[in-house]
């Protein structure tokens, strides 16, 4: 079964800094996809950012970036200018390309950015 | 185009008591999933649905909680004789096709169950 690990329980940036969330992945298939979701503290799931694993480039989305190395099978997310709104909790998710999307998440990051 | 539609956002119910809770999908979605969110946990897949069929429940438990996807209408996630071990935050998320991509990662906003 696929697991999603995320080792780092809190995470605290100062605000305008740029900030690392971690995430491994641990599958033997080869065609999948990763997911960074942020859950503020009104509790709903909003989605940030998307890596295939056929993707060449790392994904990009605003001040998000996923770095994305598929042979240490790590899908770290990268926050650029950290804002006082970008604190929440952040999880990692996997889904295997088997034809529907069954999400596999990671016990999340509790990011805090300080002014 | 309004996004997957859950409600009641929150819902309480007494030990025993049944809860249901809906989901509207995207239009044009066909694809319903649920997942359950424990307290300072993260979401955990319940049960895949198209409509009218219960693709993947592996996730549901055996007994008190079963889902519907009907032709017409929401998807309905049911929990008969509620506990107070389920109390969760249940999200649901809509996909217009197979295959995974970031078109099919929206959830819903969440129904917040707490058992009483």
């Known amino acids: 079964a696929q697991k999603i690990t995320q080792t780092q329980p809190g995470m605290f940036v100062q605000e305008k800094e740029a900030v690392t969330l971690d995430c491994t992945y641990d599958?033997?298939?080869?065609?999948?996809?990763l997911f960074w979701y942020k859950q503020p503290s009104s509790g709903e799931m909003i989605f940030l950012i998307y890596?295939?694993?056929?993707?060449?480039q790392n994904a990009t989305e605003g001040r998000y970036s996923l770095n994305f190395q598929k042979a240490r099978k790590s899908a770290n997310l990268v926050i650029s200018a950290s804002q006082l709104g970008d604190s929440a909790m952040y999880f990692c998710?996997?889904?295997?390309?088997?034809?529907?999307?069954?999400?596999?998440f990671g016990t999340g990051t509790r990011l805090l950015v300080s002014p | 185009n309004a996004g997957v539609m859950q409600n009641p956002r929150h819902l309480v119910r007494r030990r025993g008591q049944e809860a249901r809770l809906r989901c509207s999908p995207m239009?044009?979605?066909?694809?319903v999933y649920w997942y359950r969110q424990l307290p300072e946990e993260g979401l955990k897949f319940m049960v895949y649905?198209?409509?009218?069929?219960?693709?993947?429940e592996s996730g549901m438990p055996k007994e008190r909680f079963s889902a519907e996807f009907p032709k017409e209408g929401p998807s309905i996630l049911r929990i008969q004789q509620v506990v107070r071990g389920d109390s969760a935050a249940y999200f649901c998320?809509?996909?217009?096709?197979?295959?995974?991509?970031?078109?099919?990662?929206?959830f819903g906003q969440g129904t917040r169950l707490t058992v009483v």
């Open positions: 998320a809509s996909s217009p096709r197979l295959g995974v991509g970031d078109t099919e990662a929206f």
């Open positions: 890596q295939g694993s056929y993707d060449e």
């Open positions: 599958t033997s298939d080869q065609s999948y996809g």
């Open positions: 649905l198209q409509k009218e069929n219960i693709i993947d």
């Open positions: 998710a996997f889904a295997m390309n088997t034809g529907f999307q069954k999400l596999v």
């Open positions: 239009k044009g979605h066909s694809h």
